[in-house]
Nanobody, 115 residues
Framework: QVQLVESGGGLVQAGGSLRLSCAAS????????MGWYRQTPGKQRELVAT???????NYANSVKGRFTISRDNAKNTVYLQMNNLKPEDTAVYYC?????????WGQGTQVTVSS
């Protein structure tokens, strides 16, 4: 069983920054990939950014150049640095961890960007 705990969400004005953290209960090396997804009411959960065990990253087009995903192996934690936030970034952000036997999700953290 893998537990993922997100933190760092909150309310910020447009143009501001936030850093989300996702602490895993296992070594991040045991996860094939970790990522951040987001969801707004009535919409499907969408990919924001992922990072693989080999540090390959992938971003949604809407966040390229503004968001950065990174990992601290010693802390078993993945981060999402979000800069130049826009109102359309408002969503619940979920941490995801993939293993060879399944995928795990955190409980989500709310990010609200005011205009």
């Amino acid at each position: 069983q893998v537990q993922l705990v997100e933190s760092g969400g909150g309310l910020v004005q447009a143009g501001g920054s936030l850093r989300l953290s996702c602490a895993a209960s296992v070594s991040v090396f045991s996860l094939t990939a970790m990522g951040w997804y987001r969801q707004t009411p009535g919409k499907q959960r969408e990919l924001v950014a992922t990072i693989t065990r080999s540090d390959s990253t992938n971003y949604a087009n809407s966040v390229k150049g503004r968001f950065t995903i990174s990992r601290d192996n010693a802390k078993n934690t993945v981060y999402l640095q979000m800069n130049n936030l826009k109102p359309e970034d408002t969503a619940v952000y979920y941490c995801n961890g993939d293993t060879s036997w399944g995928a795990y999700w955190g409980q989500g953290t709310q990010v609200t960007v005011s205009s």
